[in-house]
Nanobody, 114 residues
Framework: QVQLVESGGGLVQAGGSLRLSCAAS????????MGWYRQAPGKQRELVAT???????RYADSVKERFTISRDNTKNTVYLQMNSLRPEDTAVYYC????????WGKGTLVTVSS
């Protein structure tokens, strides 16, 4: 019933920007926490950023001051503005929603060229 759909991934040059979006459907009540995780080739999935329903945010040290997470509670949509992208940011980015249980999107690929 609950589905998460990501969009906005693509190929950019180092120093460029991208904005990811994730829209949740099938939600009756407000989602407690939404966030973004990423998995680079040959590496484990890691937390990038999260935002609570009240607007409290948390970021991985590697993306602080470069990425900004935000959400629209009315639309159950979470965004990730990524600036000053680096090749090491290359990964599949997954949307996550903590509702009655954990939900995941299918992922969107971000590739940063040098």
């Amino acid at each position: 019933q609950v589905q998460l759909v990501e969009s906005g991934g693509g190929l950019v040059q180092a120093g460029g920007s991208l904005r990811l979006s994730c829209a949740a459907s099938g939600i009756i009540f407000r989602i407690n926490v939404m966030g973004w995780y990423r998995q680079a080739p040959g590496k484990q999935r890691e937390l990038v950023a999260t935002v609570t329903s009240g607007g409290s945010t948390r970021y991985a040290d590697s993306v602080k001051e470069r990425f900004t997470i935000s959400r629209d509670n009315t639309k159950n949509t979470v965004y990730l503005q990524m600036n000053s992208l680096r090749p090491e940011d290359t990964a599949v980015y997954y949307c996550n929603a903590q509702y009655n249980r954990n939900y995941w999107g299918k992922g969107t690929l971000v590739t940063v060229s040098s």
